[in-house]
């Protein structure tokens, strides 16, 4: 068997085998109570929301026009390739924490601490941004305005209905993980319902001129059109903007991006599963596979039963178009109500996925020492409780007083570089520990690793300057976390200190004796 020797100070690693055997700490003991199906319908949970329901009618009218189903089609590519490494490394690695349990297997502490925290922003502004996105249909449905649901508080805007769903949503996860899987399940067999009933009626109003122009010239006032609200990329390449035009098509796969993340937060649930080496890398792949085919026909759909200039969001206006607008302009109100109850149904399980996913996250960090230990304990019914609400809190926030739209750009950006440290981390850790047993392994796996960081990276370069520096602000934020606390209440740190007495686990209990870093 090849074995490593731990590195100290900053890029200690800590072994898959100590992080398999700390999943049985007292106290902090997470129940395995899912399985392949459970895990299939948790990413398609979590994948069908706010991309096909909020985000594809905005991007269409603001962004690519009727070329947005070659903008999922460059994102869902990228995501496949991550999708293959996270499925290898979950498979191998079956612990909490997704792409920050395995960093601290190949890159050391410090590295899991940035993808940690990088991981809190995604899951975080996911939430808030899909919250936001109900409280948008739920306006619509019950007054036809989606600022219905929002208050305005002097120079405040407090969005009241995205903060009751996530309300709602803390409170089963905190009953537990199999309430959280059933409630799951049965919304999502709605909004997959509803959403095929959208390209089945949607087929009747298709136009072909709709179509025409497919890739519409360059130019416009909308978003991202000059600036720091321009892509990087259109920025060194020295464009006037990225609306609309071939920077406009990859601006926009960048942000419908946002529609494909979140089938990492099925890693998260690795000790939750009852045979994750098998059961994740199908969870991860089968609900990727299903949700691509239907975010294309879709969109296709979409742009074919009215003109992209229809959805625009008009200037100075937050008023922007949905799936169920494109219904209402084509004169099929009826289809406009039932789009608008699914989307209701559809955001509200992505939002409770993402929260989910986000919690084991944070549960991992507080585990390992680099949050509080004592926010890891578990209660009656196997969940992090402490940590549910904290997060549901932080959620609550940021959804009831930030714009949507600053929301959405960041989580693209935190969520891709987590892919590139896992496709990196996965070819790393088969090198370095080719004797651990995989349940699923990539063939050609250093090509696909490749192409995953090269894909993400290009969606990385056409986000916006100001999303870049507000993404180096925050990772600016946890390195000065890390090094006033985190770093030396690490219990791995403690552990090669020799400081074994007082890395007591999160339970109150001794805690379980270290293994020898391999």
Do not use: H
């Not at 898959?16 to 902090?28: F, K, L, M, N, R």
């Not at 959804?399 to 739209?405: K, L, S």
């Not at 790393?428 to 090269?454: H, Q, S």
Request: charge should be neutral.
């Amino acid at each position: 068997m090849s074995s490593t020797q731990p590195q100290g100070g900053l890029f200690r690693t800590k072994s898959v085998e100590q992080s398999i055997a700390d999943t049985d700490e007292p106290g902090s003991k997470l129940r395995r109570e899912l399985g392949a199906l459970d895990l299939t319908i948790f990413g398609v949970a979590v994948l069908i929301g706010a991309g096909v329901f909020t985000i594809t009618a905005r991007v269409a009218g603001d962004i690519t026009g009727p070329a947005i189903a070659i903008s999922f089609v460059i994102a869902a590519i990228a995501c496949g390739f991550a999708g293959l490494c996270y499925a290898e490394f979950a498979s191998t690695v079956p612990v909490a924490g997704s792409a920050y349990t395995f960093s601290y297997a190949t890159f050391g502490e410090f590295i899991a601490w940035i993808i940690g925290w990088d991981l809190v922003l995604e899951y975080a502004l996911g939430a808030a941004v899909v919250s936001k996105s109900w409280a948008q249909y739920l306006g619509e449905l019950f007054s036809g305005s989606s600022s219905a649901a929002s208050l305005e508080l002097g120079p405040v805007t407090f969005d009241w209905g995205a903060v009751l769903v996530i309300g709602a949503l803390t409170v089963v996860l905190v009953l537990g993980i199999k309430l959280s899987s059933r409630v799951s399940a049965t919304i999502t067999a709605i909004k997959v319902l509803v959403v095929l009933l959208v390209i089945v009626v949607g087929l009747f109003y298709v136009r072909a001129q709709n179509y025409t122009p497919f890739i519409p010239p360059p130019g416009g006032e909308q978003e991202g059109g000059s600036g720091a609200d321009a892509s990087l990329l259109s920025l060194i390449a020295g464009s006037e903007g990225s609306t609309f035009g071939v920077y406009g098509l990859l601006a926009g796969a960048s942000l419908v991006f946002f529609a494909f993340i979140g089938f990492d937060a099925v890693s998260t649930t690795a000790e939750e599963t009852r045979n994750p080496q098998k059961d994740l890398p199908r969870g991860i792949l089968g609900s990727l596979g299903v949700v691509t085919v239907l975010y294309v026909a879709t969109s296709l759909v979409l742009v074919g039963m009215v003109s992209y200039t229809q959805l625009s969001t008009p200037p100075g206006s937050e008023d922007s178009a949905t799936l169920a607008t494109a219904f209402s302009l084509v004169g099929a109100n009826w289809a406009s109500t039932v789009i608008s109850i699914g989307a209701l149904a559809g955001l509200t399980t992505v939002v409770l996925v993402l929260m989910l996913g986000q919690s084991r996250v944070f549960y991992a960090m507080s585990r390992d020492g680099l949050l509080p230990r004592g926010l890891a304990r578990t209660g009656s019914r196997g969940t992090p409780v402490m940590i549910t609400i904290i997060i549901g809190a932080l959620c609550a926030v940021l959804a009831g007083f930030f714009p949507i739209d600053e929301l959405e750009s960041m989580v693209n950006i935190g969520t891709l570089f987590a892919f590139v440290l896992v496709a990196v981390g996965t070819v790393y850790l088969r090198r370095n520990r080719p004797d651990l047993p995989r349940g699923f392994t990539v063939k050609a796996l250093p090509l696909v690793a490749t192409l995953a960081v090269i894909s993400c990276l290009w969606l990385m370069i056409n986000l916006t300057v100001e999303t870049w520096i507000r993404f180096i602000v925050w990772m600016v934020l946890g390195v000065v976390i890390y090094f006033a606390y985190s770093r030396r209440n690490s219990v791995l740190g403690k552990r090669e200190r020799g400081e074994e007495a007082s890395v007591s686990n999160p339970g109150g209990g001794p805690s379980a004796p270290p293994t020898q870093p391999q």
